[in-house]
């Protein structure tokens, strides 16, 4: 518990932190995606649309804790990159469902291991029962709020 009346101090903030490691994990992350010429967004996008295959950019935008315009943004380059298509669904005229095409599942798995390979790394850093708990207290956060 802290003192209304004292400064915060940000730098040891929980909020302030997470940012930090969301930070950390990103630049290590993006430093070999770009090899691939993907960015971080995209490969989220990508990894969405490869376990959640055919939603609507709605759907796509929630899964992939995005807004609305910036999911169409990048939709909008990854099928210039030919990485995923959109298709009219069957049911509603006016909605699009989201595909990965062959070249854009094909980068996604060899991307796939990037994600993997980082998660170990970070995961390395904790025992198994400090990632359980830290995986508790994340998880305690985000329902409070999500």
Same mark, same amino acid.
């Given at each position: ?28 992350? &993006?430093? @070999? =995606?770009?090899?691939?010429? %993907?960015?971080?967004?995209?490969? +989220? /996008? ?10 609507? &950019?709605? @759907? =796509?935008?929630?899964?992939? %804790?995005?807004?609305?315009?910036? +999911? /169409? ?24 469902? +989201? ?25 390395? +850093? ?21």
């Amino acid at each position: 518990m802290t003192d209304k009346n004292q400064p915060i101090n940000y730098e040891s903030s929980v909020v302030w932190l997470i940012l930090k490691v969301n930070h950390i994990i990103r630049r290590e992350v &993006q430093i @070999k =995606l770009s090899e691939h010429d %993907l960015l971080w967004e995209q490969y +989220i /996008t990508l990894s969405r649309i490869y376990r959640f295959e055919g939603l609507n &950019q709605k @759907k =796509l935008a929630d899964e992939s %804790l995005r807004n609305g315009a910036a +999911i /169409t943004r990048t939709l909008n380059v990854l099928e210039k990159k030919d990485l995923v298509k959109r298709e009219k669904s069957s049911k509603d005229k006016r909605e699009f469902l +989201i595909y990965l095409t062959d070249n854009g599942r094909k980068l996604y798995k060899e991307t796939e291991k990037i994600y993997l390979d980082n998660t170990k790394k970070f995961d390395s +850093i904790f025992s198994q029962e400090e990632l359980d708990q830290l995986r508790n207290l994340l998880n305690r956060f985000i329902l409070e709020f999500f």
